[in-house]
């Protein structure tokens, strides 16, 4: 049995900087400015994203648990706004549906996410391009820890949960587009397999040694083989 987590943003659709700029109005509603504009948000969970941004612009850690909450409840809102927008620009990546399609119709295989989102987030930018939630009966999201590294343990415990008997780390698949993606699971012995539809090409993800690497998502038969060979 392989538990696959796919990670969303830069993964299984494009928001085109929706997430972003939800975020940058949160932090200048809450805390007076938005971050540094050089702050890199891929690879990373909402909470951490958040933590930084308050962190660099010169905020303590008791300032930034006091205005955690608020943020992330501000940042929902905003992205909401954002993605219902007529113009929103939210684009589904090449070959998602084909992949996802085939690997539901296996019996060896339990689709999940692994991702920075928090659930609400998580949930809303599926819908957006037409993926049901609830196609993925197991995962860990920016609302369950904030560092990436958190999050694939908590993976494999839920699916442990959802078939009724134990996984093993190294039978969970991570596929992402970022380092951190490839590097996350290491410590339960997930494999990774990296996708080129990131800030990140070919060449720098493969240089993290996940277990495969792919331009995109298109070819669904060689996807497949290699999550169920991982």
Request: proline share 3%; glycine share 10%; aromatic share 6%.
């Amino acid at each position: 049995m392989k538990i696959v987590l796919f990670d969303i943003d830069g993964t299984l659709l494009w928001t085109k900087g929706a997430g972003r700029r939800a975020m940058e109005r949160a932090l200048a509603a809450n805390i007076g400015t938005s971050g540094p504009t050089e702050h890199r948000y891929d690879g990373k969970t909402d909470r951490q994203i958040i933590r930084e941004a308050m962190s660099m612009s010169g905020f303590a850690d008791a300032d930034v648990e006091s205005k955690m909450e608020p943020v992330l409840a501000s940042y929902i809102a905003e992205l909401f706004v954002e993605l219902d927008r007529d113009d929103h620009g939210v684009e589904l990546l090449p070959g998602v549906h084909a992949l996802l399609d085939a690997l539901e119709q296996r019996d060896d295989v339990v689709l999940g996410l692994l991702t920075g989102n928090i659930v609400d987030g998580a949930e809303r930018k599926l819908r957006t391009v037409g993926i049901d939630f609830a196609r993925f009966p197991v995962g860990a999201y920016g609302s369950d820890g904030e560092h990436r590294h958190d999050l694939p343990a908590i993976a494999r415990d839920r699916a442990s949960a959802h078939i009724g008997r134990a996984v093993s780390g190294d039978a969970c698949v991570i596929i992402g587009d970022t380092p951190s993606d490839v590097s996350c699971g290491r410590g339960i012995g997930a494999r990774a397999i990296a996708v080129a539809t990131g800030h990140y090409d070919v060449a720098a993800l493969a240089a993290c040694n996940p277990y495969a690497v792919f331009a995109d998502l298109t070819d669904t038969a060689a996807l497949v083989q290699a999550i169920v060979d991982a």
